[in-house]
């Protein structure tokens, strides 16, 4: 008898293991992640000037780099603004990016959808919308700029 | 003193000779225009080349000069050649059996553009003879000159004063008529005509309405009045009428002509104005929107029946259409009647124009839009399995459109739709799909309630916004991105549309509306560029108005991942499970450790019992 009840519990375990992998299995299907879209995101949401400058084609990072870093300052020149109108109202300033599915255009190449989502002190403020033209480099995939 | 006078007078009479050859023509070219009763003719240009003058300006024989013009005359041109006297007789012949074949061969000739206007109407309201020319026998001629000079006959310094003009004259119907060397001869005589009204109204953009009329004055009436009226009853057309009234003096002569199609317009003004007229349809230049249907015609009025040359009579054109879904365009001729008495203010638009005689086609053009005007759209946009997207859009519209605008609608409507392969239907039970790379876009008529056209696009996001451009144009947009990790329970969708079909619909302002919705199903907005007060969330669809054809929606909605949840309950699950399974195997291994180093415990104390006791030396509980 012990060892029947054993042996269900061993089942169950491996069970509900297995339907959770599938589960797993199934989100991340669902959800699919795009790499590069995944480092662009977590460049514009962390403010990573460097990595966002890594996402864009070599010939062009130096350039990715000024406008990051000009996109970013205009936060904190944002944040000076808010200061000046108003010292209570000091808005800390977010970003969420959401990414859609790539997709293949008429000449071959990929275009990435991409929305970020501004918030003020938690509070949403902006969507705007644009896509990530994708270009290959050396086997290696970068935003076109 | 006598033998002085001789020689001056010799000097002078010399002089005379020499200053006359420097001076004046070596000859005169006369012209004489013979026409024929049926407008065919020729023109004889005779040259007379003194022996003298011949010596005077030729250089070379006679046959030199012929050999020359044989080789150099154009082709559509003859000549003569004769000898009397010691005198030389040329004449040049351009023979031609219409009007149009010889303003050709002058043109060939001079290798100009030249204009000719020859006519010899004989009806009741015009006859006589009529001829205007911009040319002259020596433009016709000057390939004989340049020849004489080629071939070295005649000096380049001479040759301008070779040749001069002489007389012209036209002969036609055994009359005789002089003219300058520039031919005019206007023996045209008329029945006077007040003004010649043409109306038209449009009821449809196949269907008019047709009226001319005529205003013939008391003198003319008085003059020919039986035989106006007599010729006015033998060119009305089968399909019209004709109407007599008298008012001031003024005969009005009024044909009328309802429900013509182009083809019958042009039968109309063929059989009241004469075979020089016509009416056809004007160059299509597309429709703007499948709901609109761009039509025209174009009447070429010749007058020449009636008011041949004389432009004291006018010709009026009007035109109104009387169906407020056709507006007419800036196509249109439009000449504004200026102190012009307007007989017709019921006519939305008078174009005036004048007859300024001849053969000249009065050109008007009536070009106009029928438009079927949009009510009501309905947008609905629902997420399918394996991220692809339905979008259903349905345009009522205002007035229900004929069976063939029907069949137009539909077909201009898939004709947007850029893809090879097609099945074709055009109705509702047999609807039109276009599979593509760019998703599915299906296209069909509802005919239950009003008429309304139900536009079904189908695929991937990008591909619905493929299919969008090709419909309502390159301003289209439409994105879905989402945040969720593969682990995370909540997910965050992003959904983008910015629907334009400006260009698509025709619409009032005041009579449209717009009602996009999305199903949302359990996900809670978060934000929208929507503000809250205009849109409604009920039953997990999301939905909004607008007044005009274009909306823009921007979504944000927070979700549960039901698989991420159900991933971390099973994997909880699992979890306690395996704690219980190893918390188990614990206690049994406690359990199981004494026997097997042949150590027994008390079961009421849990207090070891030496090996040879049968009692609890703590509690005195019996132990077996």
């Given at each position: 008898m012990k060892g029947l009840f054993k042996q269900k519990l061993f089942i169950c375990a491996i069970v509900a293991f297995v339907l959770s992998m599938a589960c797993l299995v199934i989100s991340s299907v669902s959800a699919p992640r795009d790499s590069l879209a995944g480092r662009v995101s977590t460049a514009i949401e962390n403010k990573d000037v460097r990595l966002l400058a890594s996402c864009f084609a070599p010939d062009h990072q130096q350039d990715a780099e000024t406008l990051g870093s000009s996109l970013f300052s205009d936060d904190a020149l944002e944040l000076l603004n808010a200061y000046r109108d108003d010292q209570s109202k000091v808005k800390k300033i977010t970003r969420e990016v959401l990414t859609g599915e790539r997709y293949q255009n008429d000449d071959g190449t990929y275009s990435i959808p991409i929305s970020i989502i501004t918030s003020y002190d938690g509070k949403i403020e902006s969507m705007e919308q644009t896509v990530?033209?994708?270009?290959k480099v050396n086997g290696k995939e970068y935003i076109s700029y | 003193m006598k033998k002085l006078k001789k020689y001056l007078l010799l000097i002078l009479t010399v002089l005379a000779v020499m200053f006359a050859a420097a001076c004046g023509s070596g000859t005169t070219i006369n012209t004489e225009l013979k026409i024929?009763?049926?407008?065919?003719?020729?023109?004889?240009?005779?040259?007379?080349?003194?022996?003298?003058?011949?010596?005077s300006y030729f250089t070379g024989t006679i046959e030199d000069l012929n050999a020359t013009?044989?080789?150099?005359?154009?082709?559509?041109?003859?000549?003569?050649?004769?000898?009397?006297d010691g005198t030389y007789y040329y004449v040049f012949r351009l023979a031609f059996s219409s009007p149009e074949d010889y303003l050709q061969k002058v043109n060939d000739i001079t290798g100009a553009e030249h204009t000719l206007t020859l006519s010899s109407p004989d009806g009741l309201w015009v006859n006589g003879f009529y001829v205007d020319e911009d040319f002259a026998s020596t433009d016709l001629l000057q390939w004989f000159s340049d020849a004489l000079v080629e071939k070295g006959h005649v000096s380049s310094s001479n040759i301008g004063s070779l040749f001069g003009d002489g007389d012209t004259k036209v002969s036609y119907s055994g009359n005789s008529f002089s003219t300058g060397k520039r031919i005019n001869v206007d023996k045209i005589e008329y029945l006077s005509i007040g003004h010649i009204d043409v109306l038209t109204e449009i009821c449809d953009i196949d269907s008019f309405n047709r009226e001319v009329n005529f205003y013939i004055p008391a003198a003319s009436m008085n003059a020919k009045g039986d035989e106006i009226s007599n010729y006015m009853s033998s060119v009305v057309p089968s399909f019209a009428t004709l109407d007599k009234e008298e008012e001031d003096g003024t005969t009005k002569f009024s044909f009328k002509g309802n429900g013509l199609d182009v083809k019958k317009l042009d039968e109309f003004m063929k059989a009241v104005f004469g075979d020089g007229n016509t009416c056809y349809d004007s160059d299509y230049k597309g429709d703007p929107s499948p709901f609109a249907f761009s039509q025209?015609?174009?009447?070429?009025?010749?007058?020449a029946n009636y008011v041949m040359g004389n432009t004291s009579t006018?010709?009026?054109i009007y035109s109104k259409v009387s169906d407020d879904r056709i507006v007419l365009t800036s196509d249109n001729y439009l000449?504004?009647?200026?102190?012009?008495a307007n007989l017709y203010p019921d006519y939305q638009i008078n174009v005036y124009q004048e007859y300024y005689g001849n053969s000249d086609l009065v050109k008007s053009v009536n070009s106009f839009i029928k438009c079927y005007n949009a009510n009501s759209t309905e947008v609905t946009l629902k997420s399918k399995a394996g991220g692809k997207w339905n979008r259903t859009i349905e345009i009522g519209l205002k007035d229900m459109p004929t069976e063939t605008e029907q069949t137009r609608i539909l077909e201009k409507i898939n004709a947007l739709i850029k893809t090879e392969d097609t099945a074709v239907s055009d109705t509702e039970e047999k609807a039109k799909d276009k599979k593509t790379s760019k998703g599915t876009t299906t296209v069909k008529a509802d005919t239950k309630e009003g008429y309304k056209v139900v536009i079904e696009q189908e695929g991937k996001v990008n591909e619905i916004l493929e299919s969008s451009h090709d419909l309502f144009g390159r301003a289209n947009d439409m994105q879905y991105t989402v945040k969720s990790g593969a682990a995370s329970v909540t997910k965050k969708t992003a959904l983008?549309?910015?629907?334009?079909?400006?260009?698509?619909?025709?619409?009032?302002?005041?009579?449209?509306?717009?009602?996009?919705?999305?199903?949302?199903?359990?996900?809670?907005?978060?934000?929208?560029n929507i503000p809250k007060e205009r849109y409604t969330l009920e039953k997990g669809t999301f939905t909004c108005t607008a007044v005009d054809p274009i909306i823009e929606v921007e979504v944000l909605t927070s979700s549960t991942n039901l698989f991420a949840v159900l991933m971390w309950v099973f994997l909880a699950a699992f979890l306690i499970l395996v704690c219980i399974m190893i918390v188990k195997a614990v206690l049994a291994h406690q359990k199981e450790k004494p026997a097997k180093a042949g150590n027994r415990f008390c079961t009421k104390c849990g207090t070891m019992i030496p090996a040879g006791t049968q009692f609890c030396s703590k509690c005195g509980n019996k132990v077996e």
């Amino acid at each position: 008898m012990k060892g029947l009840f054993k042996q269900k519990l061993f089942i169950c375990a491996i069970v509900a293991f297995v339907l959770s992998m599938a589960c797993l299995v199934i989100s991340s299907v669902s959800a699919p992640r795009d790499s590069l879209a995944g480092r662009v995101s977590t460049a514009i949401e962390n403010k990573d000037v460097r990595l966002l400058a890594s996402c864009f084609a070599p010939d062009h990072q130096q350039d990715a780099e000024t406008l990051g870093s000009s996109l970013f300052s205009d936060d904190a020149l944002e944040l000076l603004n808010a200061y000046r109108d108003d010292q209570s109202k000091v808005k800390k300033i977010t970003r969420e990016v959401l990414t859609g599915e790539r997709y293949q255009n008429d000449d071959g190449t990929y275009s990435i959808p991409i929305s970020i989502i501004t918030s003020y002190d938690g509070k949403i403020e902006s969507m705007e919308q644009t896509v990530l033209d994708v270009i290959k480099v050396n086997g290696k995939e970068y935003i076109s700029y | 003193m006598k033998k002085l006078k001789k020689y001056l007078l010799l000097i002078l009479t010399v002089l005379a000779v020499m200053f006359a050859a420097a001076c004046g023509s070596g000859t005169t070219i006369n012209t004489e225009l013979k026409i024929n009763e049926d407008l065919s003719g020729e023109r004889d240009m005779q040259m007379v080349f003194s022996n003298s003058t011949f010596e005077s300006y030729f250089t070379g024989t006679i046959e030199d000069l012929n050999a020359t013009i044989s080789e150099k005359i154009p082709a559509s041109m003859t000549f003569d050649y004769s000898e009397a006297d010691g005198t030389y007789y040329y004449v040049f012949r351009l023979a031609f059996s219409s009007p149009e074949d010889y303003l050709q061969k002058v043109n060939d000739i001079t290798g100009a553009e030249h204009t000719l206007t020859l006519s010899s109407p004989d009806g009741l309201w015009v006859n006589g003879f009529y001829v205007d020319e911009d040319f002259a026998s020596t433009d016709l001629l000057q390939w004989f000159s340049d020849a004489l000079v080629e071939k070295g006959h005649v000096s380049s310094s001479n040759i301008g004063s070779l040749f001069g003009d002489g007389d012209t004259k036209v002969s036609y119907s055994g009359n005789s008529f002089s003219t300058g060397k520039r031919i005019n001869v206007d023996k045209i005589e008329y029945l006077s005509i007040g003004h010649i009204d043409v109306l038209t109204e449009i009821c449809d953009i196949d269907s008019f309405n047709r009226e001319v009329n005529f205003y013939i004055p008391a003198a003319s009436m008085n003059a020919k009045g039986d035989e106006i009226s007599n010729y006015m009853s033998s060119v009305v057309p089968s399909f019209a009428t004709l109407d007599k009234e008298e008012e001031d003096g003024t005969t009005k002569f009024s044909f009328k002509g309802n429900g013509l199609d182009v083809k019958k317009l042009d039968e109309f003004m063929k059989a009241v104005f004469g075979d020089g007229n016509t009416c056809y349809d004007s160059d299509y230049k597309g429709d703007p929107s499948p709901f609109a249907f761009s039509q025209g015609f174009v009447d070429e009025i010749s007058l020449a029946n009636y008011v041949m040359g004389n432009t004291s009579t006018a010709l009026n054109i009007y035109s109104k259409v009387s169906d407020d879904r056709i507006v007419l365009t800036s196509d249109n001729y439009l000449y504004y009647v200026g102190n012009y008495a307007n007989l017709y203010p019921d006519y939305q638009i008078n174009v005036y124009q004048e007859y300024y005689g001849n053969s000249d086609l009065v050109k008007s053009v009536n070009s106009f839009i029928k438009c079927y005007n949009a009510n009501s759209t309905e947008v609905t946009l629902k997420s399918k399995a394996g991220g692809k997207w339905n979008r259903t859009i349905e345009i009522g519209l205002k007035d229900m459109p004929t069976e063939t605008e029907q069949t137009r609608i539909l077909e201009k409507i898939n004709a947007l739709i850029k893809t090879e392969d097609t099945a074709v239907s055009d109705t509702e039970e047999k609807a039109k799909d276009k599979k593509t790379s760019k998703g599915t876009t299906t296209v069909k008529a509802d005919t239950k309630e009003g008429y309304k056209v139900v536009i079904e696009q189908e695929g991937k996001v990008n591909e619905i916004l493929e299919s969008s451009h090709d419909l309502f144009g390159r301003a289209n947009d439409m994105q879905y991105t989402v945040k969720s990790g593969a682990a995370s329970v909540t997910k965050k969708t992003a959904l983008y549309d910015y629907l334009n079909m400006r260009d698509f619909v025709h619409y009032d302002m005041n009579d449209f509306k717009l009602t996009y919705n999305v199903k949302l199903g359990s996900s809670k907005v978060i934000y929208s560029n929507i503000p809250k007060e205009r849109y409604t969330l009920e039953k997990g669809t999301f939905t909004c108005t607008a007044v005009d054809p274009i909306i823009e929606v921007e979504v944000l909605t927070s979700s549960t991942n039901l698989f991420a949840v159900l991933m971390w309950v099973f994997l909880a699950a699992f979890l306690i499970l395996v704690c219980i399974m190893i918390v188990k195997a614990v206690l049994a291994h406690q359990k199981e450790k004494p026997a097997k180093a042949g150590n027994r415990f008390c079961t009421k104390c849990g207090t070891m019992i030496p090996a040879g006791t049968q009692f609890c030396s703590k509690c005195g509980n019996k132990v077996e």
